[in-house]
């Protein structure tokens, strides 16, 4: 038998793992009754962007990221991040995969831009550390995606290179510095999709 091409999988966590986060904050600003696109306006205010890089690298925590963002957007800040991801659902088809995958013996991550994780906690139900052989989590180690730190980091800790590796990711940017890392890349926008195009990479049949 032929060697078997990839060893990895590395999967980003929120969009892809869980529920398209561009539906999650749509269903949040529906639920708000906030202007139709006031999260986005937020998201790409300077000043959002910046409160979610320090969230992300573990500067700040997420009561202070609820307290700074909550006036960009026109929202009360109690418990701002758990009322947005209210929506926020397993992606199961994905999940199956990966579980399939470590089953087959591939070594599988997760690697994601964390959002915290007191007083809400988004991992929570999925016991990531019972699931996955490692878990990378920005705020716990001060760097972040896209930096291609952190990308050595969860390769580190696989034991793997970056062209036996498969990355999921639903942003472009970090899909690049995957890319320019000798990785194979998969754009998830689907997760049907996504579960497909994982089980044809890594030869794993249909369930």
Known sequence: MSARRFNGLILDFFGVLTSNMVEVT????????LHPSAFLRAWSDPRGQELYRRLELGEIDQTAWNTGFAPLIGA???N??????????????????????RAAGIRTAVLSNSMGRQPYDPYAPYDLRGNFDEVVLSGEHGMRKPDPA???????????????CVFVDDSEENLQTASDLGMTIVFSLDERVVAQRLRMLFGLPDL
């Open 26 to 33: 749509a269903q949040f600003v529906l639920r708000e009754k």
């Open 76 to 78: 009360e800040p109690d």
């Open 80 to 101: 701002l991040m758990e009322r947005m991801c209210w929506d926020l659902y397993p992606a199961h088809d994905v999940l199956k995969v990966a579980k399939q995958a």
């Open 150 to 164: 952190i990308f050595r980091l969860a390769l580190e800790r696989l034991g793997l290179t970056a062209d036996q």
